[in-house]
Nanobody
Framework: QLQLVESGGGLVQPGGSLRLSCTVP????????IAWFRQAPGKEREAVSC????????NYSDSVKGRFTVSRDSAKNTVFLQMESLKPEDTARYYC??????????????????WGQGTQVTVSS
């Protein structure tokens, strides 16, 4: 079973930045579209961003557009989520997920089969 591993979460003040990383030991991430999701307590898991295998297909949810940047580094077998201008409402557990290659990556939960355990992001003063 393919298991993704997230890292980089933590506590940050409003307006601050964090960079999350997603990798999968023993597998090549370039074989998958990768998405980031988040889930706050008592809320549904929501899609944040996705990136296709060549990095030319990228999508963001309206809530993070202009503040978050997704990228992938094939040499490091890692996908990153750079988060800027963080707000308290960004507080959630962030998950990366891998799915089959699509013509354009989409922010649809059912398209992503493999998931990580998540990393907690808390934005608070």
């Amino acid at each position: 079973q393919l298991q993704l591993v997230e890292s980089g979460g933590g506590l940050v003040q409003p307006g601050g930045s964090l960079r999350l990383s997603c990798t999968v030991p023993g597998f090549n991430l370039d074989s998958f579209d990768i998405a980031w999701f988040r889930q706050a307590p008592g809320k549904e898991r929501e899609a944040v961003s996705c990136i296709g295998i060549r990095g030319d297909s990228i999508n963001y949810s309206d809530s993070v557009k202009g503040r978050f940047t997704v990228s992938r580094d094939s040499a490091k077998n890692t996908v990153f989520l750079q988060m800027e201008s963080l707000k308290p409402e960004d507080t959630a557990r962030y998950y990366c997920a891998a799915g089959a290659i699509q013509a354009t990556c989409r922010l649809l939960r059912y398209e992503y089969v493999y998931w990580g355990q998540g990393t907690q992001v808390t934005v608070s003063s």
